[in-house]
């Protein structure tokens, strides 16, 4: 029975696809619920699993190519994987048996192996178009890999002309190859310009800056350590200190977690922070909900699994929708400092950066402490100057006296 695969739905607001890799080709066996094609929207990355056990009989659209929600994209035939392989053995045998010659007499019909119809399907080539090496005529991998790497190849030159042309002198070759390949924009990459470009049209974004000491957080760290990841099963990190630093601020000068709408401004009594993370298809923001009511654990435990969804591309929609502010932090990159762009609509996003001994004045002597620069970039149509400053100055001082967090001083 032949079955239809179409783009399913993604999400309420989502119309259009991006076909991602194809991990059946056509004429592979596929078991029901296994990952047929990669979907790739602007938000999220899911797999289409096969509604039954079967086999892939027919590719309609190519990586790459966009597909309406509901369009089909390919068929498969249910019941079929069992009656494809069995035949399939015994032709294989006898192609073994009378060699690649014989094969060739009987029409030259190539036995394309799963490996090589992966990549035909992700090149978009056939199978007449490559020169089979294989035993009894398969259709290897590394054949197509070897067409592919061809390909570019310049054409033949013309036949000499009768009269010899005069000595041109040539120009010196280059070393290396000079090649370029034109990749498109997946659709979670231009969803991230479009947002950055926004941005920076829509908001009055201004960027204010300061310094922390972290010594008394990595101390703090250092001295419960232990005892944390015993009773959590998760390290504690700064991001947690940094994030119940943001909710207090936050609590202090709500414009920061506000956002416009319209003509109106609309204060949030809940903290939902977004956490900014390098996924395998680009930049996210995974959201912490009510991120107020969670403790340090639970905020740890949160991002760790925030970020190892985002790796795998197994971010929900939900997710990633929504978000009162934003940290983002360079830090773990090597920054040293950076201006960040607002996530819109929101007012407000922190910049983390990395911690570097640098030589500081207290209490009148020159000391070595472990420094880091801070950034608040912030919608300044809704937050002045004085609020901006003073939110970061919170942060500063919450974080050189953790303590300050737990007694709300």
Not at 208 to 225: C, G, P, V, W, Y
Not at 242 to 265: H, K
Not at 349 to 354: D, K, S, T
Not at 387 to 405: H, N, Q
Request: one cysteine or more; aromatic letters at 4%.
């Amino acid at each position: 029975m032949s079955l239809e695969l179409k783009v399913p739905s993604v999400g309420e607001s989502i119309t259009e696809v991006q076909i991602g890799d194809w991990l059946k080709a056509a004429g592979q066996a596929v078991s029901a619920d296994e990952g047929i094609v990669v979907i790739e929207t602007d938000k999220v990355t899911v797999e289409l699993p096969a509604p039954a056990a079967g086999t892939v009989t027919k590719v309609l659209k190519k990586k790459g190519e966009t597909a309406l929600v509901g369009e089909v994209i390919g068929y498969m035939e249910a019941g079929a994987a069992a009656k494809t392989e069995n035949k399939a053995a015994p032709a294989e045998a006898k192609a073994d048996a009378k060699g690649a010659a014989k094969s060739g007499a009987k029409g030259g019909e190539k036995v394309v192996m799963p490996a090589a119809a992966r990549e035909l399907a992700q090149r978009g080539l056939e199978a007449s178009e490559v020169a089979a090496s294989g035993p009894g005529g398969r259709l290897l991998k590394e054949d197509v890999l070897k067409h592919a790497s061809a390909a570019p190849a310049a054409a033949p030159a013309p036949a000499a002309a009768t009269a010899a042309p005069a000595p041109v002198a040539k120009a010196p070759a280059i070393a290396g190859a000079r090649e370029e390949q034109v990749i498109p924009l997946t659709p979670m990459r231009k969803r991230i310009a479009e947002r950055l470009v926004q941005a920076q049209h829509t908001a009055a974004i201004l960027s204010t800056f300061n310094e922390i000491d972290m010594s008394h957080a990595m101390a703090l760290r250092k001295q419960h350590q232990e005892r944390f990841v015993e009773k959590y099963k998760v390290k504690l990190g700064f991001m947690s200190l940094f994030v119940r630093a943001a909710i207090d601020a936050l609590r202090m000068y709500p414009q920061v977690n506000a956002e416009i709408r319209g003509d109106a401004v609309v204060y949030k009594n809940y903290c939902d922070v977004g956490i900014a993370v390098g996924g395998g298809k680009g930049l996210v923001v995974p959201i912490l909900r009510n991120a107020e009511r969670m403790g340090f654990a639970e905020i740890e435990l949160a991002i760790a699994d925030l970020a190892k969804k985002a790796q795998e591309n197994k971010l929900t929609l939900d997710e990633l929708t929504g978000g009162t502010f934003t940290i983002s932090n360079g830090g773990i990159y090597g920054s040293l400092l950076s201006t960040p762009i607002l996530n819109p609509p929101q007012s407000g996003i922190l910049g983390l950066h990395a911690i570097q001994d640098r030589p500081i004045a207290l209490n009148g002597q020159v000391v070595i402490r472990p420094m880091m620069y801070v950034a608040l970039s912030y919608d300044h149509r809704i937050i002045d100057g004085r609020e901006a400053v003073s939110f970061l100055k919170r942060i500063k001082e919450c974080m050189e006296d953790p303590a300050r967090l737990l007694l709300e001083i």
